[in-house]
């Protein structure tokens, strides 16, 4: 796949077919429009494009919004990457992208940059200054300047019955099993790992910290997790706390992981954590002998799950 970070960037002789959006999550709705676009691709003989935006429209386009994510732009890219895109095109929306006209957004981007023959799009998609414009318009403009559009009824999409923000309020809501559900794989968290207080090693629950480097990547609700990573070449389990360590009187939030059966030093390593199951909320316990108590319990509930899976 190859990736652009703007549409200037963007140049092939070869017609293309295209869906634009935020592609927030990249969930099974946005799997379908996916799939659909492969398919026209192949059978056409087009190059598949997806067009999305390296902030989300309403950071941008309402100032006191402090709108979450489910994906940064790297795992948005992986994510559709494993899809088998052509071309992915993460432009900057700004303030001076918003301000073009339907039809200055039809010619100068779809037909003058991106070569299109065929864009692939919801029925009740809208685009252009103050989103003025419609499907209605699309087709219209699709006859002036000679490119087929395809439309995703409102049947389909409400088959699937999924947007970005239900699982963002699912993933609020500790309702993780829901969310994941929704996305079609576990929803994932990434960064380095950094050092912690090491308060687990003395309880005999070692843990690896994460630092989240994306400040508007979304982390679930406060509580503790069954989760798996990739860690050299094996699939390991563990089981996560999202809090503040209220026991021992912590302030800032930490997303802590204690693995099952692996004691290699991860410091400074990046790591990916999927979440499988929400196991409880964060407590405060009277003393640390009660903590590592309801850690044992943690564990032995997270092998049960994980044993029937």
Do not use: W
């Amino acid at each position: 796949m190859k990736v652009f970070n703007s549409i200037s960037e963007f140049a092939c002789p070869k017609k293309t077919v295209v869906t634009l959006g935020t592609f927030d999550g990249v969930h099974l709705g946005h799997q379908k429009i996916i799939d659909r676009l492969l398919n026209s691709a192949s059978n056409n003989n087009l190059e598949s494009v997806v067009l999305t935006f390296s902030q989300h429209p309403r950071a941008v386009l309402h100032v006191d919004s402090n709108i979450k994510l489910l994906n940064s732009n790297l795992e948005k890219s992986a994510l559709l990457e494993k899809k088998g895109i052509d071309n992915l095109i993460i432009h900057p929306f700004d303030a001076q992208f918003s301000e073009l006209t339907g039809e200055e957004f039809v010619r100068t981007v779809l037909v003058e940059k991106l070569n299109i023959q065929k864009i692939i799009i919801g029925y009740d998609h809208r685009f252009g200054k103050n989103r003025n414009s419609n499907i209605d318009d699309l087709i219209v403009y699709g006859k002036q300047y000679d490119f087929e559009v395809e439309q995703i009824s409102a049947k389909e999409i409400n088959d699937v019955s999924i947007s970005s923000t239900k699982i963002r309020n699912a993933i609020t809501e500790g309702e993780i099993t829901l969310a994941n559900k929704y996305l079609g794989y576990y929803y994932f968290l990434s960064g380095p790992i950094i050092k912690g207080k090491q308060l687990g090693k003395t309880i005999g629950f070692p843990t690896a910290n994460i630092k989240i480097e994306e400040a508007s990547k979304l982390i679930p609700k406060n509580g503790v997790y069954v989760v798996k990573s990739i860690l050299n070449n094996r699939e390991i389990f563990g089981m996560m706390n999202i809090g503040t360590n209220p026991t021992v009187d912590g302030k800032n939030l930490s997303i802590e992981v204690h693995f099952f059966d692996f004691n290699n030093d991860l410091y400074n390593q990046k790591i990916t954590v999927s979440i499988l199951k929400r196991l409880r909320s964060e407590q405060k316990f009277d003393s640390v002998g009660l903590l590592q108590a309801q850690l044992e319990k943690d564990r032995s509930a997270s092998l049960s799950y994980l044993a029937d899976l």
